[in-house]
């Protein structure tokens, strides 16, 4: 055995580090292939409300007060909302106004601007709870006379998630009524056709949709010009 | 021809008699030093289940596939049933060896870094077991999946999102859950690899008297009464694992009958709920999996989610990683340690009370005067309780080193040996018997049956492997 230099020993060494940590670091991104690419689309469409058949749905055949619940996808394939032709207790389409919706998670607000169709009636409303993502059929709409168990007691004329108990109301753009939401559910804007009476879904008001970063990214786009309506049995009727 | 048994052909064929495994002396074969031994007989259970549903598992159709596996598949609902009952028995297994392991101070030197293994091991299966319990689609892991994208956002993490839950599509979820599934499964078979090794390594944990109660016990590998691992260790942990696996498939395949199946909680349920979008879904209270009760029932805390998956989960998670950092002079016994002692029983007595709280009130917001009775009791009661034990345990503690082990010696006598015999005899004949009931079974619809009968098989092996353990121990 020859003398170990030990001054280039530690220079060999050293190169060691050096070279061991670049192939480390400059693989390191490499870690960014778990990263999905993001699909989405970049601007809102405009589709039309269609049913199963593609036949164009009619505004005055939407169902009052959520006896049948009408669901369809806006604007991406994985954001459900509810379509709703809100009445009063006699099942008589009321007129919902334009109102100033806050949300208290941020302190801000913002305009819903109210129903359409023939009775200004029609409103939209993301299907997925803002607390945590509770869906159909956890998070549906109580009807006049059917009573939610909310924190606040009894409560009809509401959407009420029974995962964690939030409740929204629908006559009042979504705004919160009970936690532990800290944000309304965003609504669809909707626009009517007088002459066809038919509906079209236009934007999304409010906050983000659950579970997106912002409304049009994560999730597949809706295909065509149309987004279908489903009917389904309203669980709160039992 | 040499009269040479198969075994010893085997030993000698495959160097059985040169594993380097550690024995152990004879009073380690009792089950509490087999507690780690339990959790993995678990997982290898459930690697072996797990492998197999692969074959059958479709993410692009993730709820019809998983009822497919119930309902076509032959043996597919065992699998399944007693995949989730696997699931269900390493996480018991894991908290008990735990708690084991702590209460016997086994985390101090020199195993901090084995303790630190096994939290991260703990944490991993409790992820691994809730993307499992996503995978199957139905409206119980649907709601999972929405909530731990609420968990990831509340503690700022949305980036995350769609690193776990995928682009968005249903198609891309459910093959993100699955490649999650088993990469975090084979990150705890190599964590567990090490931990493994570490525990052959460090030397295993003497009984507490023995060690005189001051760290670091070891039972050291030139002990006199430790015997070679083969065949002795082997043989027990045969039966170990047969016993295991048998419990495993015991539970579900009960609970599957059909007599009893519809009486079955869904929490305790061996299926997955219904589908998401079907009717029955909205009577489903959106329960996470039991061990997750707790964490349930802290997100209806008057509190942010933030501070509740804080408190929750990550909290503890640190404290018990840092536990064996921090605790580390050289008192084994629990009562010498009254603080952490304390600190433990509460901690597990908030876990088990919030956990039927979760249970019996899911989703309903708690008050803050309900939430400091439930929180300020234990806290009161088990650190009075503990310092109290400790200052009385103090007093009698040199009494109690000082005093004579009295070494219990093995005793045998021929009426019991001729008793494990005839019980022997009796369990082999009912094995034989249930074998051959068995084989009138219809794989596809009499599944709680077969269950049941491949858990009274491995029952019964591992009763004869027990008995004749005995002779082993001479």
Known sequence: MGDVDQSRRTFLKSLVIIAGASMVIGMLRGLEVIVPPSVGISSFPLLQLVDENGNPIKASDVP???????????????????????????????????????????????????????????????????????????????????????????????????????????????????????????????????????????????????????????????????????LMSNPALG | ???????????????????????????????????????????????????????????????????????????????????????????LAVYIHGLHVYFKGAYKKPRQFQWVLGVLMFAMVMITSFVGYSMTGDVLGTDAVDVGKGILASIHLSALTPIFFGNGTDLDLFTRLLGWHIILVTLVVLLF????????????????????????????????????????????????????????????????????????????S??????????????????????????????????????????????????????????????LHPLDRPFLTALFITGLTWLIELSIWGAGQPGVPVKPTWLLLVIIPPFIISFGGIYLLHFMWRSMKPKVIN??????????????????????IIVTAVAVIILLLSFSLNPITDGPLIGLSWSALLLLFSADVFIYFRYELR
Not at chain 1, 132 to 147: A, D, I, M, N, Q
Not at chain 2, 20 to 45: K, N, R
Not at chain 2, 309 to 327: E, T
Request: net charge negative; proline share 10%.
């Open chain 2, 193 to 268: 690899a090490l931990h493994f090794y570490l525990a052959e390594q460090n030397g295993f944990m003497p009984d507490l008297k023995e060690a005189k109660y001051k760290a670091p016990a070891v039972l050291r590998k030139d002990d006199a009464r430790i015997k070679p691992w083969w065949p002795r260790n082997f043989i027990f942990m045969i039966g170990i694992v047969t016993l295991t696996w048998g419990i495993i498939l015991m539970l579900p395949s009960i609970l599957a009958l059909p007599q009893i199946v519809d009486k079955v909680p869904i929490l305790f």
């Open chain 2, 403 to 424: 005093a004579d082990p009295g070494e219990k010696a093995a005793t045998s006598n021929g009426v019991e040996d001729r008793l494990l015999s005839i019980l022997g």
């Open chain 2, 270 to 331: 061996p299926y997955p709920g219904p589908s998401p979008t079907s009717p029955q879904a909205s009577l489903v209270p959106a329960y996470p999996p039991w061990f997750f009760l707790f964490m349930y029932k802290m997100a209806d805390m008057p509190f942010p989610l933030a501070i509740d998956v804080s408190m929750g989960a990550l909290i503890p998670l640190v404290v018990l990683i840092v536990v064996p950092f921090i605790d580390r002079n050289e008192e």
């Open chain 2, 1 to 91: 021809m040499s009269r040479k048994s198969i075994g010893d052909w085997f030993a000698e064929t495959f160097h059985l008699k040169d594993i380097p495994f550690m024995g152990v002396p004879t009073y380690m074969f009792s089950i509490e030093y087999w507690l780690g031994g339990i959790a993995s007989a678990a997982l290898f259970w459930q690697a072996l289940t797990g492998l197999l549903m692969l074959l059958y598992y479709q993410p692009s159709d993730a709820y019809d596939s998983t009822m497919a596996i119930i309902h076509s598949v032959p043996f597919g609902s065992v699998l399944l049933s007693s995949h989730l009952y696997g699931a269900y028995i390493m996480i």
């Open chain 1, 64 to 230: 009052v007060n959520g006896q049948k619940l009408a669901m369809f996808n806006y604007p991406l394939n994985n954001e459900p909302n509810y379509l709703l032709n809100l009445g009063n207790d006699s099942n008589q389409p009321v007129e919902i106004p334009a109102t100033t919706v806050s949300i208290p998670a941020t302190g801000q607000s913002y305009t819903f601007p109210g129903g359409v169709g023939p009775n200004k009636s029609i409103v939209a409303y993301s299907a997925l709870c803002e607390h945590l993502g509770c869906t159909y059929p956890e998070l549906t709409f109580y009807p006049p006379g059917v009573k939610a168990s909310t924190f606040n007691g009894p409560m009809d004329k509401v959407i009420h998630c029974s995962c964690h108990g939030s409740t929204y109301d629908p006559y009042r753009g979504a705004a919160v009524v009970t936690g532990p939401t800290t944000k309304p559910l965003p609504a669809v804007q909707l626009k009517w056709d007088s002459t066809t009476d038919y509906l079209y879904a236009v934007t999304m008001i409010g906050p983000t949709i659950y579970g997106h970063t912002d409304d049009l990214s994560g999730g597949s786009p809706i295909s065509g010009n149309s987004t279908t309506v489903k």
